[in-house]
C-alpha cells in the first residue's frame, strides 16, 4: 500500500519556540493532506485540511496563526506550531489520499512535547 | 454536525471470543464509513470501509462491518479473535462532499487475553 512519513517522529521544544512537522506521500502524489491531533485515550480531531498550491482550511476552533500549513508540492505538506506552549503537547498525525486507489493514508505521527 | 459515537470505551475479551464493536454516526446525506485499527506504537491502518452497495462488509485480518441505514450504525465483528487483535479500533465517517474530511469517534481499546 501507499506508504506516509512523518518527520520528526519524536520532538521536546521550550516553551515558546516553534516547531516544524514534514509529512510526506513517499509513492504517490497528494493534493490533498490532513493534519488530526491526537489526545492520549481520546479519538482524532481533525485541524485542517492542506490542499496544494493553496491556503488550508482550518476546523472551527483551530488557530490558523499558531498551526501554520504549507503544502508545497505533491508530496510534501508542513505544520509548524508557532510558539509552543505545554499544552500544544500531543500526537500529531497527518494523512494523504491517493487518488488512484481512493483511499487516505496515515502517517506515524509525532509526538511534541512542550517543556 | 456530523458526528461519530463509539459506544465501549474498553472491550476486553479473551481469546476466540466473538467481538462487536458499536459505531453510531449522525448525518442525514449520503456517507462514507470506515473502521480503521491502530496497533500499539503503529499508525492507523484500514481495516474495512462501505461506499456502496452489499451492507455487509468484509474486510482485512476476518474483521466484517454492516451497514444499517435505518439505525445509523455501523458495527465491526470478528467471530473469533486473537491476541493479535489487541488495538485500538476507531470508526469514521466521510461526508461523500466534503473530499476525504474524516470525522473519527472515540475509539474503542480492545484487550484480547491469550
Known amino acids: 500500500g501507499a506508504v506516509v512519513s512523518q518527520?520528526?517522529?519524536?520532538?521536546?521544544?521550550?516553551?515558546?519556540?516553534s516547531v516544524k512537522i514534514e509529512c510526506?506521500?513517499?509513492?504517490?502524489?497528494?493534493?490533498?493532506?490532513?493534519w488530526y491531533r491526537q489526545f492520549p485515550k481520546k479519538s482524532l480531531m481533525l485541524m485542517a485540511t492542506s490542499n496544494e498550491g493553496s491556503k488550508a482550511t482550518y476546523e472551527q476552533g483551530v488557530e490558523k496563526d499558531k498551526f501554520l500549513i504549507n503544502h508545497a508540492s505533491l508530496t510534501l505538506s508542513t505544520l509548524t506550531v508557532t510558539s509552543a506552549h505545554p499544552e500544544d503537547s500531543s500526537f500529531y498525525i497527518c494523512s494523504a489520499i491517493s487518488t488512484s486507489v481512493n483511499e487516505q493514508f496515515f502517517g506515524p505521527g509525532t509526538r511534541l512535547t512542550v517543556l | 454536525a456530523q458526528s461519530v459515537s463509539q459506544?465501549?470505551?474498553h472491550v476486553i475479551l479473551s481469546e476466540a471470543a466473538s467481538l462487536e464493536l458499536g459505531c453510531n454516526y449522525s448525518y442525514?446525506?449520503?456517507?462514507?464509513?470506515?473502521?480503521?485499527?491502530?496497533?500499539p506504537g503503529q499508525h492507523l491502518q484500514l481495516l474495512l470501509k462501505y461506499f456502496s452497495g452489499?451492507?455487509?462488509?468484509?474486510?482485512?485480518?476476518?474483521?466484517?462491518?454492516?451497514?444499517?441505514?435505518?439505525k445509523f450504525s455501523f458495527n465491526l465483528r470478528k467471530p473469533s479473535v486473537q491476541w493479535s487483535d489487541t488495538a485500538e479500533y476507531f470508526c469514521?465517517?466521510?461526508?461523500?462532499n466534503q473530499g476525504g474530511k474524516l470525522i473519527f469517534g472515540q475509539?474503542?481499546?480492545?484487550?484480547?487475553?491469550?
Open chain 2, 92 to 96: 469514521a465517517v466521510n461526508n461523500y
Open chain 2, 7 to 9: 459506544h465501549n470505551h
Open chain 1, 24 to 34: 510526506r506521500s513517499l509513492d504517490f502524489q497528494a493534493t490533498t493532506m490532513f
Open chain 2, 54 to 70: 452489499d451492507p455487509l462488509v468484509k474486510g482485512i485480518k476476518g474483521f466484517e462491518a454492516e451497514f444499517i441505514k435505518s
Open chain 2, 28 to 39: 442525514g446525506g449520503t456517507v462514507n464509513l470506515f473502521w480503521y485499527v491502530q496497533y
Open chain 2, 107 to 114: 475509539g474503542t481499546e480492545l484487550s484480547v487475553k491469550p
Open chain 1, 7 to 17: 518527520h520528526p517522529s519524536r520532538v521536546i521544544c521550550k516553551s515558546g519556540t
